[in-house]
């Protein structure tokens, strides 16, 4: 498993998400979006700090309406943590650290 966050399209979506073997964080950005930058390299760091017990993974909105539309993402940055088909938990915009790492904890250690 490498470490690190991978782009995914509508089209890997079902793969790369819904039938990973571990939850999975989708990172929701935009290039335009000046707020993710800022959430980016959170994204990445929280990456690596999980790589053991999470696949992160990140997905442009533009490109990608179908998922964008399935998974209710109204506003970008937006994540959207998944165990197979089911969505454990979102947020919608731009999150500290501390509150990620809150995000991620609360749900990965009940599995």
């Given at each position: ?52 017990r999470l696949k992160i993974v ?33 947020s919608e915009g731009v999150i ?14 009940n599995n």
């Amino acid at each position: 498993m490498s470490k690190g966050v991978s782009t995914i399209t509508d089209a890997e979506f079902e793969t790369e998400v819904l039938k990973a073997e571990q939850p999975v964080l989708v990172y929701f950005w935009a290039s335009w979006c000046g707020p993710c930058q800022l959430m980016s390299p959170l994204i990445n760091s929280a990456a690596n700090t999980y790589s053991d017990r999470l696949k992160i993974v990140k997905m442009e909105v533009d490109p990608n309406p179908q998922t964008v539309k399935e998974y209710q993402v109204e506003g970008v940055p937006a994540l959207r943590l998944f165990q197979g088909n089911t969505v454990l938990a979102s947020s919608e915009g731009v999150i500290g650290k501390e509150k990620l790492l809150d995000f991620l904890e609360t749900h990965l250690n009940n599995n």
